[in-house]
């Protein structure tokens, strides 16, 4: 079981300041031990909207999106129908606001607790440059137990940049919300986890591709994917790295060509419709070999769909949006924390197998920020080929189907890299031989290394599975919970490979099942399509897909999954 | 007599045989290439020729030295991030008008704009010779030769040396097939320039474009110094008839990007640990 | 004492024979990838001939140190040396007579350029080298005369093909 959770959304507009709240009531509760997700929404305004951060409080580190809100903490009501779809108020739910505006109906129909607090007022009573978010801030800190000292310190660290003036407000108005928050009772998730890291998973991707040596991004700015970006750039330049803003992304995947083709670790980082315009370019690497690594953080599609929420959409053009027959990577992150693990895993492989890898993130655990116990790292590394002849071929057909792959500056091992069919020297040619040996190389390449069990994290022994791909992991991890709470024993495959297929370990991980439900967040069932296509299955194989906006609940899986398994 | 000990250009060309028509101009760009390497003596191993799609794009694997053919268009993309990351190399991109200015035309005027220490060679015969002869951005607006624009493309063309110059390239030159001794002398000085630098190659198509036979009689050398001020530049680039060869243009601008200095710190994971 | 402009001139010689070498090298090749065997066997032995007074050159420019000139630093009266032949003046489908007038055309200006050369020098040595190439190039375009006699005319329209051009890309 997972434990006591507790959510807490805090909204507000106008630059109200609620994502800073989020932020530092987190940072607070996790330098107590505790655990937390952080996700914000937002209205279409770059600036002055109604924003939302979303705190799911909880005692292990599966992150889902909370399914309603234990608390709900509002500077105002504006717009705040735009987040209907996501923020449920639980009944009996706690609502704090501002005396003179009356919450809206739907937020009524909960019967919440209902705390009428002047807190504008009271902000602007404490200090003349008083914030009524910093007020908020100590209401909550309180409300959760959590030190004024570790608040206080927490917010001049991340204003220190603001006026002195400022940063004296924030302080006497977090201290002011300490001191005259009322007293509810709330159920407070336990707390006690050690070594807290605070990261979103875009940060942990960044993180994960750096410490498995890139040391070159390009990259064309584009939502949920440019914090990324942003991070990297930062990272880079501590390990004298460099990070190029590209003029589009058919520059950015051809820098990244370049650079990688140059023996330096390289990636990119876009969402849909940059993947869409780099694919050509993506078989470019396929064809040349050239080892590249692309972090694709998917968001509603297609065209400019969705662009600030999540969805698993892209997964169809990973796998099969090449021109020709281009066999190349497709990795998911499972969660914030393994997303340090797979970009990492992405970049070995991709730089091994010297080949393109597709790492399939997304913006529900791309922008979503976590406390984490120290990530994982991948180890594992690709060996290289052994190439004892004196003469040296760049595309040489070996049995694993790795070449040695040199670079400039290498005495006398000259080549000419080519998106054109070549021969194992690399001269172009268009003979049915060189084309077919050299595709037969290019996909036993993949097809023949051994992956070892990281491909997926299996759980659980029930006869009926729940298959599905990166983030949905968690939810359908919550699935599996409520379920074995119905009676219902349910085992997970949680995809981490997705191409290429590890067909035989998912038949025996599915072995004595007799119902599989591949479960997704797209319209399509596109990960449902590609496993029927690509694998026989014995048992009976159900589709459950959800595409965006709203995040994938746990609790509606479990609830499909029993209608179909108890009729 | 010591000929043996440095490098002569044919010791720059590789073991493939060009599949050129013969009478292309590329040939002679071939030629000044590996007769601008010999001057310099540059390292084969040390040196990369990175190309997107195109007859003259078939270039790099002519060369025995690195080289890279990748999708049309991108070969600058391909070439700047080769450079940003190995600094240490010699790097140059070349392709034709329809790469460099049709499809690759945002990565051009972005490498203009970028300046990173790359030479650029694109070689222009004003027509698309691998697809059969279609118009590109600097064939003449009533060129109807063929059947894609039987009444001539219509539009103006472009002018490379003045879109280089408003994108902000830094030094510009223009050799012609020609004359491939002095195109060795201008892709040399093109290498030697610490910044981008931007060969434009009148190079003649034999095949579509026969009439270009008559460029001898137009092509002249520009005697006067390469200009540095950007407004006799723009002056010159809009106003001249195209046909003028040598270094036009050689203003100082630092190279992107600046070299790196040292960090006081190198762990990355600092900010996430709380 | 080295001889400035013996060294000047044999420099130039060797540029001029090794360039025409490698160019008809280069064009016979071209010729073959396009199936024109008639000009590639006989753009073969042009460069065989320019090797053979290539080896005379350099086997007189054994002990001499000859200035290192970079291509474009040669003073040729044209934009390339006298001897190679213009990449551009060639055509897949030219005739052997076509690739012969080229030929000539070249000895011939190689030969004006050695005996310009010969005139101009103020050294001994330098004038009857430079006399002596000239006659060889005089020879070299006589015995191609020679051969240009024998030939049929060729037809008006031959370089005319029924065949549109290929899409290779």
């Known amino acids: ?567 | 007599m010591n000929l043996i000990a440095k490098a002569k250009p044919k010791d720059y060309k590789s073991s493939v045989k060009p599949i050129w028509c013969p009478g292309c101009g590329h040939f002679s760009v071939l030629n000044a290439l590996t007769k601008a390497f010999a001057a310099l003596g540059i390292d084969k191993d040390d040196t990369v020729l990175v190309s997107g799609i195109g007859c003259s794009s078939r270039l790099p694997a002519y060369v025995d030295s690195y080289g890279f053919h990748g999708v049309h268009g991108r070969g600058l993309a391909i070439a700047q991030g080769l450079k940003v990351a190995r600094p240490d190399l010699t790097v140059i991109a070349l392709g034709g008008d329809g790469d460099g200015f049709s499809i690759g035309g945002n990565h051009f005027i972005h490498a203009c704009r970028r300046n990173v220490n790359i030479t650029y060679i694109a070689m222009d015969n004003e027509v698309y010779g691998m697809t059969k002869g279609q118009a590109s951005p600097t064939t003449a607006a009533d060129w109807d030769h063929s059947k894609l624009t039987p009444h001539g493309p219509g539009v103006r063309p472009f002018k490379p040396a003045a879109l280089a110059l408003a994108s902000g390239a830094p030094w510009i030159a223009r050799g012609y097939s020609g004359n491939p001794n002095q195109l060795a002398r201008l892709i040399a000085e093109a290498v030697e320039h610490p910044g981008f630098s931007f060969v434009h190659v009148l190079s003649q198509c034999i095949t579509f474009c026969p009439e270009q036979t008559d460029w001898k009689a137009v092509v002249s050398e520009r005697e006067a110094p390469a200009l540095t001020d950007a407004d006799a530049a723009a002056s010159l680039f809009l106003h001249e008839n195209g046909f003028q060869t040598g270094v036009l243009y050689n203003a100082a601008r630092n190279a992107w990007p600046p070299e790196q200095v040292e960090r006081q710190s190198t762990d990355i994971t600092e900010g996430f640990r709380l | 004492m080295s001889n400035q402009q013996l060294g000047d001139f044999l420099a130039h010689s060797v540029e001029l024979e090794s360039e025409a070498r490698e160019r008809y090298l280069e064009l016979a090749q071209a010729m073959i990838a396009h199936h024109n065997t008639d000009v590639a066997g006989f753009f073969n032995r042009m460069a065989e001939e320019s090797r053979l007074h290539l080896e005379e050159v350099a086997e007189i420019a054994q002990d001499i140190e000859l200035p290192g000139l970079k291509a474009w630093e040669f003073g040729w009266p044209e934009e390339e040396s006298p001897e190679a032949v213009s990449y551009e003046a060639v055509h897949y489908r030219m005739s052997l007579r076509q690739a012969m007038l080229l030929a000539l055309e070249n000895e011939r200006a190689a030969e004006k350029f050695y005996r310009s050369f010969a005139d101009a020098s103020s050294d001994g040595e330098t004038r009857h080298l430079a006399a002596q190439f000239s006659a060889e190039e005089a020879s070299h375009a006589a015995q191609l005369e020679k051969m240009l006699g024998k030939l049929p005319p060729d037809r008006e329209h031959h370089l005319e093909e029924d065949d549109q051009p290929h899409m290779p890309e």
């Not at chain 1, 599915?510 to 048992?539: I, K, P, S, W």
Request: charge should be negative; aromatic fraction near 6%.
């Open chain 1, 1 to 567: 079981m997972t434990g006591t959770e507790l959510s807490i959304a805090i909204t507000g507009a106008g630059g109200a300041g609620v994502i800073s709240v989020g932020e530092l009531l987190l940072q607070a509760w996790a330098k107590e031990g505790g655990r937390g997700l952080l996700r914000k929404a937002f209205g279409p305004q770059i600036r002055g909207g109604e924003s939302a951060a979303l705190l799911k409080l909880t005692e292990t580190e599966r992150y889902t999106a909370a399914r309603q809100y234990d608390v709900l903490l509002a500077f105002d009501w504006n717009n705040f129908t735009r987040f209907g779809d996501e923020i449920r108020i639980a009944r009996d739910a706690l609502v704090i606001c501002e005396p003179a505006c009356d919450p809206p109906p739907e937020v009524l129909a909960a019967q919440p607790r209902l705390l009428r607090f002047p807190m504008a007022r009271l902000a602007a009573d404490t200090h003349a440059e008083g914030r009524v978010n910093m007020f908020a801030l100590g209401l909550l800190g309180r409300l959760l137990g959590l030190p004024l000292d570790s608040l206080e310190q927490l917010t001049l660290q991340k204003l220190k940049a603001k006026p002195e003036a400022y940063r004296h407000a924030a302080i006497a108005c977090i201290s002011a919300g300490t001191t005259q928050a009322p007293d509810c009772e709330l159920s407070l998730p336990k707390m006690g986890a050690k070594g807290a890291w605070y990261m979103s998973g875009n940060q942990a991707a960044g993180l994960g591709a750096l410490e498995a040596g890139v040391r070159f991004v390009a990259a064309y700015p584009i939502t949920p994917a440019s914090d990324v970006l942003e991070w990297m750039a930062g990272g880079l330049e501590k390990l004298n790295g460099n990070l190029v803003q590209a003029e589009d992304e058919l520059a950015a995947i051809n820098m990244t060509i370049g650079a990688a083709f140059g023996g330096v670790p390289s990636l990119t980082a876009t969402s849909g419709p940059g993947l869409a315009l780099m694919t050509e370019s993506i078989g470019l690497a396929v064809a040349s070999e050239t080892p590249v690594t692309i972090l694709n953080v998917m968001r509603g599609g297609p065209s400019t769909g969705i662009p600030t929420k999540s969805e698993q959409s892209d997964l169809n053009i990973a796998l099969h949006g090449l021109h020709g027959d281009a066999p190349h990577l497709v990795l998911a992150p499972l969660d914030i924390a393994d997303c340090v693990f797979t970009s990492g895993w992405a970049v070995n492989l991709a730089q091994g197998l010297q080949t393109a890898a597709i790492v399939l993130s997304d913006q529900f655990i791309g922008q979503s920020t976590a406390v984490i116990s120290e990530p994982l790292r991948c180890e594992s590394q690709v060996a290289g080929a052994q190439d004892n002849d004196n003469d040296y071929l760049r595309y040489r057909l070996t049995d694993s189907g790795v070449s040695t792959l040199a670079i400039p500056g290498d005495a006398d091992q000259r080549f000419t890299a080519d998106g054109l069919e070549h021969d194992e020297k690399g001269t172009p040619s268009a003979r049915d031989d060189d084309h077919q040996l050299q595709l037969a190389k290019r996909a036993r390449k993949l097809t023949t290394y051994n992956y070892g069990n990281a491909w997926a994290r299996v759980q659980g022994n029930g006869q009926v599975a729940l298959v599905c791909f990166g983030s949905a992991s968690a939810a359908v991890n919550e699935a599996a919970d409520l379920l074995a709470r119905q009676g219902i024993n349910v085992r997970t495959v949680s995809l981490r490979l997705l191409a290429p297929l590890q067909r035989e370990q998912l038949t025996a991980a599915l072995e004595a099942c007799n119902t599989v439900f591949v479960v997704e967040q797209n319209h399509g069932g596109q990960l449902f399509q590609y496993l029927r296509g690509m694998m026989d299955f014995n048992q009976a194989l159900h589709s459950y897909s959800r595409a965006g906006p709203v995040p994938l609940s746990g609790h509606a899986i479990a609830t499909a999954v029993a209608q179909e398994v108890t009729v």
